[in-house]
C-alpha cells in the first residue's frame, strides 16, 4: 500500500468522537458518521474490505470454491466479475472461473436463466478434470428478478451429471438478515450427508483458511479425546469435507456461519458453541472454561496464558512508548484488541472501525482506560480530509492534557490503518490463516516486536 | 456458446471507464451501487487510487432502497456531502442496479439542483451518467466526457479565452485507454512536441478541471481512442476546433517489432524488407485507433506486410475486425494465418497450439492485468 501523494490540504477535518463520548451515547445514540445508511460511503483503500470483501481475503467468490475441486460460473454482468482476473493469479484458483454474461436483453426477458443448464455442461466437458461442484454465482441483479437459482441450479446438474449450488453475491442484502457471506456458508454445507456420528470428531465452522495449527484450540480438544478435528479450508477433497457430517459438534469461530450450523443442527443433529475471537487473556481463559463447562469437560483453560501474558508485558517492558492506530482490516475486533492493549499499559490513539451492538462492552471499559482515543469511520465521507502521517487533528482535538500521538512511535494494526500512517511501523495482521486463542496473542506481540525491531534497524541504516 | 467466457476475464465495465475520465477532477462521483461496484472500479479498475485522492462514494444502496426506488434519500445524502466537501460537481454514475430498477438519472440531476437551489447552497454542475455495467469501458468513458463537456456549456462555464496554437487537447488517454498509460503519454507528448505543441492536454489522465474549462483554448483536439471522439466531435461544433483520431508516438512500438529500426522519436526510419523471422502477415489486437496508427507506422516501414487490425471494442472503422466472442479471436488467427501477433497476451489462452512469433502489448481493460 502507498502513501497518497497528494496530499489534501483543505483545512478541513474528518469527523471523529472519543470512546468516551461514544461510550456516554450507547449504541441507540451512535452518531450517524458511523452508521452506514446514513451517508454516502467513501471510497478510499481503507475502506475497500466494506466496498468490495472480495478484493481480499475471502469474499463470496473465492470463499465458494472452497469444495476442493470446484469451479464457479459467474452469472453476472461484466462488471461484476471484472476484479475476479485478481482471484485467478492466486494459487490454487486459476482456471476455476468461467463467466456467463448478462446483456440488457437478458435481463428483461430472463433468457439468460435458459442457458445455464447448458453453459454447465459444456464447461464440466471443457476441464481436464472433472469437477466436483459447480457453483453458479449470480449477483444483484438476480436479486431484484427474484431469481429461483436453486431450480435452475437443479436444472443443471441435471444437463451436467455433477451437484450444481448457487451463491449469491448480493451486495444488496449485505446488512441484511442473511448476507452473502452468511449465505455462502449455508450453501457450501448443505452438500454435507447424513453420516454416523462419531464422538472423536469435531468440525471448526467459520473460516474459509485454516485456524492456526498451533493454537491451544487443538491440543485442548485432543486432550479430551477429540481425534478428528476438520475446517473445509484444510479438507484434500470433496470426500473428506464430506466426513464432516460425521461430527460430534460444531464450533463456530465467526459469527457469519452460525446459519449454517444451525442448518446442520437441524438436517443432521450437530449441535454447536459459538466462540469468540479474543486477546484478551482473561477473556480468552474465561471462554475456555465456559466451553469446557458446556462439554461436561474439565481441563486445564489456563494453558498457554502464562506465555501470550509474558509477551505482552516483555513488549511493554522493551517497548514502553508505543502507541497503537487500529484498523478493522485485521483478524480481530479491534474494539477489543484495543482494550487489550490498553490493558497492557500501551496508549491508543484511535480506532477505525464503526462500533456495532455488541462493542459496546468494549467502548465502556475503553473509555474507563482511554477516554481519548478517537474512533474515526473508514467509509464515512470527511474521511477524504485525513491528514496523512502529521496526526495533527488529532493532537489540537484530543490530546490537550496528555498527548499520545507524534512524541511516541506510532505502531498501526490493520492494513486500513496503516494506510492513514504511510511512515510508521506496520503489522497488517490480516493473513488468511486465522490465529486464534493465547497464541494468537502471543504471535501479535512477536510481529509488533518484530516490526518495531525493523524499524529500527532501518532507522540506523539511514 | 454466446456470451460464455472460459479463457477471458470480463472487461473493464463502462461505470468504470465513466469514472476514469472524471476522477481527477475535484468532484463529488456518486456510483449509484450497493458497494460492490465502487470497490471494483476503484481497487480494481482505477491504478491512481492508491496514490491519489478522490471524492469517488458508493450510494452503499441496499435491497429496499432499489425496490422502493429511494432517489430522495440518495439526494439528502448527496447534498450532506455536498455541505461537507469542497467540490467543482457531482456526478451520478450508474450500475446495474439503478439499470434494473429504471432509474431515471436526468431526474435526480433535476432534484439535486433544485435541492441545492432550495437550500441557497451554490448550484454545482451535475452530471448523470447512465452506465450500466454491462457495456464495456469505452461508452462510460464517451459518455463521461460528453457529459461534462455539455454541463458546462448548458452552465456558461467554458472561459473566454483565445485559441492558443501551441495548445492541442486529448481526449481517450485514461488510464483504461493506453496500453502503457505512463510511458505512453511520454511517446505522445514526445511526438507533438515534434509538431511543434508545448501545451498538451490529456483529458482523463491528470487535466484538472479548468482545463475542461479551457478547452476553447485549444487549437487542435486529438481522440486518441475512439472514446474521445465524440467529445472531439462536441467541441469541434461548438468552438470550430478541429480535431483527427489519431495515436501519436505509436510509430515507437515499432522499435519492438523491430529493434534496428532507427530513431522512430526523429521520424527517422528506414524500410525494412522483412518482418521478423520472414514473416509477411501480422495481427494486431488492441484499442482500435492505437492498433490502426500502429498498423500503419507498420505499413510505412514495410509497404508489404499485410497487416490485420482487430478489437474487442467498439469502432466505427469498418476495416476494424470487431471480436466478441471467445471463438472469434481463435478462427481469425486461423484464417488469416498470421504469423506474428501483437496482442495482450492473456489471449494466448486462446490460441494453445499458435505457433507463431505473440508479442505481447499490455491491454488492461480486456485483460484485467497490470503486467500479463
Known amino acids: ?179 452473502p457471506m452468511v449465505q455462502i456458508r449455508q450453501s457450501l454445507y448443505s452438500l454435507l450427508p447424513q453420516q454416523k456420528k462419531r464422538g472423536a470428531s469435531v468440525n471448526l465452522l467459520g473460516y474459509f483458511a485454516p485456524v492456526d495449527a498451533e493454537s491451544e ?135 477505525f472501525r464503526n462500533p456495532a451492538r455488541e462493542d459496546e462492552y468494549y467502548l465502556k471499559a475503553l473509555a474507563g482506560l482511554s477516554p481519548e482515543t478517537r ?5 464515512e465521507p470527511t474521511m477524504i480530509y485525513y491528514d496523512f502521517g502529521t496526526g495533527k487533528q488529532e493532537e489540537s482535538a484530543s490530546c490537550e492534557a496528555e498527548p499520545i500521538c507524534r512524541k511516541k512511535r506510532l505502531v498501526t494494526l490493520g492494513k486500513d490503518a496503516a494506510w492513514y500512517h504511510p511512515d510508521d511501523i506496520h503489522v497488517y495482521w490480516n493473513s488468511d490463516e486465522q490465529p486464534f486463542g493465547y497464541m494468537g496473542l502471543k504471535k501479535l506481540v512477536e510481529a509488533i516486536a518484530l516490526a518495531v525491531r525493523g524499524e529500527e534497524r532501518h532507522e540506523r541504516a539511514s | 456458446m454466446k456470451g460464455l467466457r472460459k479463457a477471458l476475464t470480463p472487461f ?28 471494483n472500479i476503484c481497487g480494481f479498475d482505477e491504478p491512481r487510487w492508491s496514490s491519489e485522492r478522490s471524492a469517488v462514494f458508493s450510494a452503499g444502496l441496499r435491497d429496499m432502497d432499489a425496490v422502493m426506488g429511494r432517489d430522495r434519500l440518495l439526494i439528502k445524502k448527496t447534498v450532506d456531502c455536498v455541505r461537507k466537501l469542497k467540490a467543482n460537481f457531482v456526478a451520478f454514475v450508474g450500475t446495474p442496479v439503478p439499470a434494473v430498477i429504471g432509474t431515471d438519472f436526468s431526474a435526480l440531476k433535476r432534484m439535486l439542483d433544485q435541492k441545492l437551489s432550495e437550500l441557497s447552497l451554490p448550484p454545482l454542475p451535475v452530471l448523470a451518467i447512465p452506465t450500466d455495467g454491462m457495456h464495456t469501458f469505452d461508452r462510460g468513458e464517451s459518455l463521461a466526457y460528453l457529459s461534462l463537456l455539455q ?147 507498420i505499413l510505412q516501414y514495410l509497404p508489404t506486410a499485410d497487416v490485420t487490425i482487430a478489437s474487442w471494442f467498439a469502432s466505427k472503422n469498418e476495416n476494424v475486425f470487431r471480436l466478441r466472442e471467445e471463438d472469434d479471436f481463435t478462427r481469425l488467427v486461423t484464417e488469416q494465418k498470421s504469423e506474428i501477433i501483437m496482442a495482450d497476451e492473456v489471449q494466448k489462452k486462446l490460441i494453445p497450439d499458435y505457433s507463431g512469433t505473440f508479442i505481447h502489448i499490455p491491454e488492461f481493460a480486456l485483460s484485467g492485468k497490470r503486467r500479463a
Open chain 2, 12 to 39: 473493464a465495465p463502462d461505470q468504470s471507464g465513466a469514472v476514469s475520465v472524471l476522477y481527477s477532477l475535484g468532484g463529488i462521483i456518486v456510483i449509484i451501487d450497493a458497494g460492490g461496484c465502487a470497490g
Open chain 1, 375 to 379: 474512533v474515526y469511520s473508514n467509509m
Open chain 1, 1 to 179: 500500500m502507498r502513501a497518497d501523494s497528494k496530499r489534501v490540504n483543505t483545512g478541513m477535518l474528518p469527523e471523529s468522537h472519543t470512546v468516551a463520548d461514544l461510550a456516554e451515547l450507547g449504541p441507540e445514540r451512535l452518531p450517524d458518521i458511523y452508521r452506514t445508511e446514513r451517508h454516502l460511503i467513501y471510497n478510499s483503500p481503507a475502506a475497500l474490505a466494506f466496498n468490495s470483501p472480495g478484493a481480499e481475503g475471502f469474499g463470496v467468490k473465492r470463499a465458494g470454491l472452497a469444495i476442493p475441486g470446484s469451479v464457479m460460473l459467474i452469472v453476472s454482468p461484466g462488471c461484476c466479475g471484472r476484479n475476479t482476473s485478481e482471484i485467478t493469479a492466486i494459487r490454487g484458483y486459476e482456471d476455476r472461473f468461467f463467466y456467463l454474461e448478462i446483456s440488457e436483453t437478458d435481463l428483461v426477458t430472463a433468457r439468460h436463466l435458459k442457458k445455464i443448464p447448458e453453459a454447465v455442461r459444456e464447461i464440466v466437458d471443457s476441464c481436464v478434470e472433472r469437477p466436483s461442484l459447480v457453483m453458479v454465482c449470480i449477483t444483484c441483479v438476480d436479486a431484484l428478478l427474484g431469481t429461483d437459482m436453486e431450480r435452475v441450479c437443479r436444472a443443471a446438474e441435471t444437463a451436467a451429471g455433477i451437484p450444481v449450488r448457487p451463491c449469491y453475491m448480493y451486495a444488496l442484502t449485505r446488512e441484511g438478515r442473511k448476507p
Open chain 2, 151 to 297: 454541463e458546462l456549456a448548458e452552465r456558461n462555464l467554458f472561459a473566454a479565452i483565445p485559441v492558443d496554437e501551441k495548445r492541442v487537447g486529448l481526449f481517450g488517454v485514461s488510464p483504461l485507454d493506453l496500453p502503457e498509460y505512463d510511458a505512453d503519454r511520454k511517446r505522445i507528448s514526445a511526438a507533438l512536441r515534434r509538431e511543434g505543441f508545448s501545451k498538451i492536454i490529456f483529458y482523463g489522465a491528470d487535466a484538472d478541471f479548468s482545463a475542461y474549462r479551457n478547452a476553447p483554448a485549444n487549437v487542435l483536439n486529438i481522440a486518441v481512442s475512439e472514446d474521445g471522439v465524440a467529445a472531439c466531435s462536441f467541441l469541434q461544433e461548438k468552438f470550430k476546433t478541429p480535431y483527427r483520431v489519431d495515436f501519436p508516438g505509436a510509430d515507437d512500438y515499432l522499435k519492438i517489432l523491430f529493434p534496428d529500426s532507427g530513431q522512430p522519436d526523429t521520424g527517422n526510419t528506414a524500410e525494412a524488407e522483412n518482418l521478423p523471422g520472414g514473416a509477411q502477415s501480422i495481427l494486431i489486437v488492441n484499442s482500435s485507433v492505437f492498433a490502426q496508427s500502429l498498423g500503419k507506422a
Open chain 1, 217 to 351: 484450540l487443538f491440543s485442548l480438544l485432543q486432550d479430551i479425546g477429540v481425534k478428528h478435528i476438520r475446517e473445509i479450508s484444510t479438507c484434500p477433497d470433496i470426500l473428506e469435507f464430506c466426513r464432516m457430517g460425521e461430527a460430534n459438534f460444531n464450533l463456530v469461530l465467526n459469527s457469519e456461519a452460525r446459519a449454517a450450523a444451525d442448518d446442520l443442527a437441524d438436517r443432521l443433529s450437530i449441535p454447536y458453541i459459538e466462540l469468540s475471537r479474543f486477546y484478551g487473556p482473561d477473556r480468552i481463559e474465561k471462554q475456555y472454561e465456559a466451553l469446557a463447562g458446556a462439554l461436561g469437560v474439565k481441563w486445564d483453560s489456563s494453558k498457554g496464558k502464562s506465555a501470550a501474558e509474558d509477551g505482552l508485558a516483555a513488549l511493554k517492558k522493551a517497548y514502553p512508548d508505543l502507541v497503537f492506530s487500529i484498523g478493522e482490516t485485521i483478524n480481530a475486533n479491534s474494539f477489543e484488541l484495543a482494550l487489550t492493549f490498553c490493558e497492557a499499559g500501551f496508549d491508543i490513539l484511535e480506532i
